[in-house]
T-cell receptor, first 116, second 109 residues
Framework: GAVVSQHPSWVICKSGTSVKIECRSLDFQATTMFWYRQFPKQSLMLMATSNEGSKATYEQGVEKDKFLINHASLTLSTLTVTSAHPEDSSFYIC????????????FGPGTRLTVL | GQNIDQPTEMTATEGAIVQINCTYQ??????LFWYQQHAGEAPTFLSY??LDGLEEKGRFSSFLSRSKGYSYLLLKELQMKDSASYLC??????????WGAGTKLIIKP
């Protein structure tokens, strides 16, 4: 299967700062990218979906001005948590889907964000 | 290296039982998740195992053997709505999830 990486693996920041998380596909072109948030031992909550050449589509309740998503290329997507607060502390996971692969998503290892 | 293996696709009959296996080789182990994902939806948490043994939750059970690097998800009394992909994921260290490619389960009447 495809290899997906996220950077950083973990980050601790002060309240009010912004944090950028990168998601890269290492060996295929991702036409669709998903960003999820995971709470302890719970399901993944879809935050937004971005398709090649389009702006991200955010799920209801997710603030697009707070969680900035940039689908920079077919191999890179970034999620920036702006003015982070302690309640934003979570595990953020990206997943990628290639052209023509309607049912298959490749998940990244996740980034643990802790906001103090 | 790190690797998680699960079958790509399985077919079962409504009302029957199916077992989806997951084997893993990781440099650390802090637990294993099973998720269900219907097409076009986010993965839904099914189970979390960190100790050896069987965890039963209604129609779904999950088993773990850390010494063998092996887990399975057992689904009983299959229903058509159980048709989905089932993802196995291992927590390596504190900050990394290693994902299997998922098993597509097809339920036939």
């Amino acid at each position: 299967g495809a290899v997906v990486s996220q950077h950083p693996s973990w980050v601790i920041c002060k309240s009010g700062t912004s944090v950028k998380i990168e998601c890269r596909s290492l060996d295929f072109q991702a036409t669709t990218m998903f960003w999820y948030r995971q709470f302890p031992k719970q399901s993944l909550m879809l935050m937004a979906t971005s398709n090649e050449g389009s702006k991200a589509t955010y799920e209801q309740g997710v603030e697009k001005d707070k969680f900035l998503i940039n689908h920079a290329s077919l191999t890179l997507s970034t999620l920036t948590v702006t003015s982070a607060h302690p309640e934003d502390s979570s595990f953020y996971i990206c997943s990628l889907r290639g052209r023509g692969e309607a049912d298959t998503q490749y998940f990244g290892p996740g980034t643990r964000l802790t906001v103090l | 290296g790190q690797n998680i293996d699960q079958p790509t696709e399985m077919t079962a009959t409504e009302g029957a039982i199916v077992q989806i296996n997951c084997t893993y080789q990781t440099s650390g182990f802090n637990g294993l998740f099973w998720y269900q994902q219907h097409a076009g939806e986010a993965p839904t948490f099914l189970s979390y195992n960190v100790l050896d043994g069987l965890e039963e939750k209604g129609r779904f059970s999950s088993f773990l053997s850390r010494s063998k690097g092996y887990s399975y998800l057992l689904l009983k009394e299959l229903q058509m709505k159980d048709s989905a992909s089932y993802l196995c994921a291992v927590i390596q260290g504190d900050y990394q999830l290693i994902w299997g490619a998922g098993t597509k389960l097809i339920i036939k009447p």
